[in-house]
């Protein structure tokens, strides 16, 4: 990690910061997460991930020893995941639309719980089917260091603080980006208390699922 933001809108061309973007949106993610709880997911190694996650929307990412993809069923019910509020997928397309991706209409949205000492390694977000979609991420709750960095795992990374209501969205020549999230430090959010939420809107099927 190198890079030190002054200006943090634009954290590489085709990925911005929308700072507070998602104040005026109405995003709670219990109903969900009543229907389709949170689970740590085994990654390929065999481990569980110290990030909790559920999705809602018609497919939802899940991750096991045999690798990752999306499945339009959760594997702890067999049931479809929950439907995507209209609320989540509108603040995703408003998100997009005022970073320059137009019609951006996600199926898939994956919700990560962090808990302090959570975190997630470099990775990119390579499972969806069109990389010409943008990925979303909503953060709420307690404040996380986001690093963001190029097409390469070892390029140079920038980092910046993401905090409750930022919306990151990252498309375009940054769609295939390494990122990820430094561990959690403890804390209460006032209004989520001791934890993190970040929703990710993904098109993870092809342009009609
Ligand atoms: C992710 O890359 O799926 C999560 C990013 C975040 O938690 O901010
Ligand atoms: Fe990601």
Not at 28 to 35: F, I, N, P, T
Not at 44 to 71: H, I, Q
Not at 119 to 134: A, I, N
Request: hydrophobic letters at 40%; one cysteine or more.
């Amino acid at each position: 990690m190198n890079g030190r933001l002054f200006d943090d809108s634009e954290l590489a061309p085709g990925a911005r910061v929308l700072r507070g973007f998602a104040l005026d949106y109405a995003i709670d993610v219990d109903a969900v997460a009543a229907e389709s709880p949170f689970r740590h997911m085994v990654a390929k190694n065999g481990f569980p991930m110290s990030v909790a996650m559920t999705n809602c929307g018609p497919l939802g990412w899940v991750s096991d020893r045999t690798g990752y993809r999306y499945e339009s069923r959760d594997p702890l019910s067999g049931k479809p995941w929950p439907a995507m509020p209209a609320e989540f997928a509108r603040l995703a397309r408003d998100a997009a639309a005022s970073a320059g991706y137009a019609s951006f209409a996600p199926d898939a949205c994956l919700i990560n719980r962090y808990e302090p000492g959570a975190k997630m390694g470099l990775h990119q977000d390579r499972d969806e089917h069109d990389f010409g979609q943008p990925i979303v991420s909503v953060s709420l709750g307690l404040p996380a260091a986001f690093v963001f960095g190029g097409a390469k795992r070892s390029d140079k990374t920038v980092r910046v603080e993401l905090e409750h209501d930022d919306v990151v969205v990252f498309g375009g020549p940054s769609r295939l980006c390494y990122h990820g999230v430094l561990t959690l430090a403890d804390g209460v959010h006032p209004q989520l208390g001791r934890r993190r939420l970040n929703l990710t809107f993904r098109r993870a099927g092809p342009a009609v699922p």
